[in-house]
């Protein structure tokens, strides 16, 4: 009997624990939807507004897609992505869609998001966040450095982390807006399919992803005016502008032009461009992507990730000569097409 007893009770306790499980996973489920909703709002006309308003992509630029092609497979031992596409409908693309490792270029989409929260009400430019011990981070930025519990706005925090890359302001952010889960969920519904947020920054490992035509995509969604406020627009380039490196997509452009690298802001400047742009490093993968304003004040959003051998700069070069390929397909009256 004491045997039999034993077999029940155990038998129970197990029935118990797996609908306890079970419950929870329920309760975790709700709570997640909930998040995404509070933070979130009427997501489904937004998306309806997404693919209304979107620039598609129309006439491919056959000669810079080869070009692309040809300039990765000299070094077919990096993995490659690439991707532009132009106001006009014209793009170029090189496994656009392969999904690599993110590292800080996944801090435009928490950019993004943050923008649209502070046009919902949700959040505002000057609220106080607070320094804790889970957000705290290697790498890129000076916020590690402080004490816990101080406060910073969230204007500071957002600027940090596109101006110099600071990833314990991006995990502020990231705490902020709701959590990775509730991130990952938003950005599909905005159609990033590769962007994915796996881990807080500075994600060594490479486990974040995403892919060139993602990066080029949520630049777009920025930009149109539709998605975000015209405040928030503005803001956005204002932020972006503010990014200090400028070694990968602003050189490339210059070396298109035949001008040497360094001071790239201004060089570009005179030669009517902006670049508003953010890279991303972590060894094994360099990113850089770009919203461009061209000379003929036309735009548009560029993207490219290259993974390799670690500080391999034939990376960084590889990302540098893509991007001055750009240049001879700025003008589309001049720019051969090759369809």
Not at 103 to 130: H, P, R, Y
Not at 216 to 233: F, H, P, T, V
Not at 284 to 303: C, F, H, K, Q, W
Request: proline letters at 4%; zero cysteines; charged letters at 25%.
């Amino acid at each position: 009997m004491g045997i039999a007893l034993g077999i029940i009770s155990g038998s129970l306790l197990k029935i118990i624990s797996r609908n306890n499980d079970f419950n929870q996973q329920v309760t975790n489920k709700v709570e997640r939807k909930r998040n995404i909703n509070k933070y979130f709002p009427k997501r489904r006309a937004l998306k309806k507004s997404i693919l209304r308003e979107n620039i598609k992509p129309m006439k491919e630029i056959k000669i810079l897609s080869n070009k692309w092609e040809d300039l990765a497979s000299n070094h077919s031992d990096l993995e490659t992505s690439a991707y532009i596409l132009f106001e006009d409908g014209r793009y170029a693309g090189f496994q656009e869609n392969k999904p690599l490792p993110a590292a800080s270029s996944i801090k435009v989409s928490i950019l993004f998001l943050t923008l649209q929260l502070m046009d919902q009400g949700i959040l505002n430019w000057d609220d106080l966040l607070e320094l804790n011990k889970d957000s705290i981070a290697g790498g890129a930025g000076w916020m590690r450095y402080q004490k816990i519990g101080k406060k910073f706005p969230l204007h500071e925090i957002t600027t940090e982390m596109i101006r110099i890359s600071d990833n314990t302001a991006t995990n502020l952010l990231i705490q902020k807006i709701g959590g990775v889960e509730v991130i990952n969920d938003r950005l599909k519904e905005l159609g990033l399919k590769q962007t994915e947020l796996k881990n807080l920054l500075p994600d060594l490992e490479g486990t974040n992803t995403t892919s060139a035509k993602d990066l080029a995509y949520i630049l777009q969604l920025a930009d149109n005016g539709k998605i975000l406020s015209l405040r928030s627009r503005d803001i956005f380039r204002e932020v972006m502008s503010t990014s200090v490196t400028n070694k990968l997509i602003p050189d490339g452009l210059l070396k298109g032009l035949g001008i040497s690298h360094g001071n790239s802001d201004y060089k570009l400047l005179i030669e009517g461009f902006r670049v508003y742009n953010k890279t991303g490093d972590i060894g094994i993968t360099y990113a850089d992507t770009a919203l461009l304003e061209m000379p003929d004040a036309s735009r548009a959003t560029v993207g490219f990730i290259v993974k390799g051998p670690f500080n391999d700069q034939r990376s960084t070069n590889l990302i540098r000569n893509m991007s001055a390929s750009i240049i001879p397909h700025i003008n589309p009256s001049e720019a051969p097409i090759n369809q």
